[in-house]
């Protein structure tokens, strides 16, 4: 018979005590993927960046508190259950269709990016969230992550935004204050004649060039929207290096959203987007174009506990696996093409295109490719297929029995255009059950992979969890090797 080898499970489990790491008695024996990912354990990430927060982290929780909001629907689930799980499949469906991914209800298309600046997006909070500062003095923000758009706005010159003035402290984190470009030493307004002013009908109508470019932005969710100016100003980022962190003060184009409405306006835990695309405006673009970073790029790393970093301007380091990105100019976004995939050994015939996608938590899969792989691994792993809940939005899944220690599943790969192959650390989810005595176990664990109803295949976070995957935009590559994220130093100066 096949043996398959231990794998480490996902760490960020709290609500699982017994799922501690231990070297043999818990479901945390680890080998496979994990040994190969803590030989990059000593690997300094380069660049200048941030850290990334999930949607369910303490960091995320305490800033919504701050801001009244205590109950917000995206982590009142207890992390591990069913529950939980489907509501992340939620905010990926949701997540996908303000993308332009996806088709909403009515069946029109979302949009994809803040291009021309009159675009319409769909608001239902992000998978991954940064700390950042901006101006001089600085002012600190709660910012969503999102690869599919560009423009990085927040709060600023507010006249119609949500209050934080009953937040004077964040309860141990950074002191909530507006921003104003008035008041920073260090801001530059954008002229309708900058470069990356993209309203020229907003600026005629204005009359005058030497004005303030304007910029708006339109949520589907409850006639939500940002609208404002754009300004320059620093970005208060840090610079990974030898595994020290030292602090850099980056300008870059921001929108100074004056105008909020709609679910902004109720306090959500959303201070501003920052939008990681293609286009010229985005943090990314912006920072390789002042030469702050030597390459026009980005990269990112997850760890299982959910915290993970950014940093601009790293391309990665040698030799690691690469595959060209295949971009569509109505949908500018990180494609890849994969020719194949492997379970535990056995090649399977599957070939199709898959956007990269941090903001999604779970990788999605249209047939043939996803029965190929589901089947597969249903046929080499070692627990009984399942039922474990109504509410889990996964098909395969499997108990694990009373007092079990040890959990095996077999080895997930994709082979991607080229010929480089790309591990999959963390094909599987655990599920959490309340015992008798009111605590929280693992009573089974499911394939995190489900069948798309849209024509877009998915690669999401779950599947990059234990990489450092780069964006490289230079060169238009997607690069990939293993890595411990929980090594770097994610403490700023």
Excluded at 44 to 63: E, K, M, N, T, Y
Excluded at 271 to 281: A, C, I, Q, Y
Excluded at 362 to 367: A, G
């Amino acid at each position: 018979p096949t043996v398959l080898r231990p794998i480490a499970v996902p760490a960020r489990t709290p609500t699982l005590p017994t799922m501690a790491r231990s070297t043999c008695l818990s479901l945390v024996a680890v080998a496979m993927a994990v040994a190969a990912a803590l030989a990059a354990a000593g690997e300094a990430s380069s660049g200048i960046g941030f850290d990334l927060h999930h949607r369910s982290s303490p960091v995320v929780r305490r800033w919504a508190e701050a801001r009244g909001h205590p109950g917000a629907a995206w982590w009142a689930e207890a992390e591990g259950t069913p529950e939980y799980y489907a509501a992340l499949s939620r905010h990926d469906r949701a997540h996908l269709a303000r993308r332009g991914l996806a088709e909403e209800g009515d069946g029109k298309k979302g949009l994809l990016t803040f291009a021309s600046g009159n675009l319409t997006f769909r608001l239902d909070g992000s998978l991954h969230y940064a700390e950042v500062a901006v101006g001089t003095p600085n002012a600190t923000f709660l910012v969503a992550l999102d690869t599919g758009s560009d423009l990085f706005w927040v709060p600023c010159d507010c006249k119609q935004c949500a209050p934080i003035a009953n937040a004077s402290e964040l309860r141990g984190g950074p002191e909530l204050r507006p921003y104003s470009p008035g008041k920073s030493s260090t801001s530059k307004a954008v002229t309708c004649e900058h470069a990356l002013c993209e309203r020229p009908n907003a600026c005629a109508a204005a009359g005058n060039s030497s004005s303030s470019c304007p910029y708006s932005v339109r949520y589907v969710s409850a006639n939500t929207s940002s609208s404002g100016v754009l300004v320059e100003d620093v970005l208060h980022l840090s610079r990974q290096t030898g595994g020290l962190s030292t602090a850099v003060k980056a300008p870059v184009v921001l929108g100074c959203g004056q105008v909020q409405t709609g679910a902004f306006l109720d306090g959500a835990a959303v201070d501003g987007l920052l939008g990681l695309g293609m286009d010229k405006v985005s943090v990314p673009s912006v920072l390789h174009a002042a030469g702050l970073v030597a390459s026009d790029s980005f990269s990112m790393c997850f760890s299982p506990d959910g915290l993970g970093r950014i940093n601009f301007g790293d391309a990665g380091r040698p030799g690691q696996a690469e595959t060209p990105f295949t971009i569509r100019n109505t949908h500018p976004t990180y494609n890849i093409s994969v020719t194949a995939m492997t379970v535990e050994g056995k090649e399977l015939a599957a070939e199709f295109a898959a956007v990269v996608d941090s903001g999604t938590s779970f990788t999605y899969l249209n047939d043939p490719a996803y029965t190929e792989l589901a089947t597969s691994f249903d046929s080499q792993v070692r627990e009984k297929r399942a039922n474990l809940s109504a509410s889990i939005p996964f098909q395969y899944c499997y108990q694990l029995a009373r007092g079990q220690t040890e959990l095996f599943v077999p080895e997930v790969s994709l082979t991607t255009r080229g010929g480089a192959v790309f591990p999959v650390t963390r094909p599987f989810v655990l599920i959490a059950g309340e015992t008798s005595d009111g605590q929280m176990v693992a009573v089974g664990y499911c394939l995190a992979v489900l069948q798309n109803d849209i024509a877009i295949d998915i690669i999401g976070q779950n599947f990059m969890t234990g990489l450092k995957v780069v964006f490289d935009r230079e060169r238009s590559v997607l690069g990939w090797h293993q890595f411990d994220c929980e090594f770097i130093d994610h403490h700023s100066p």
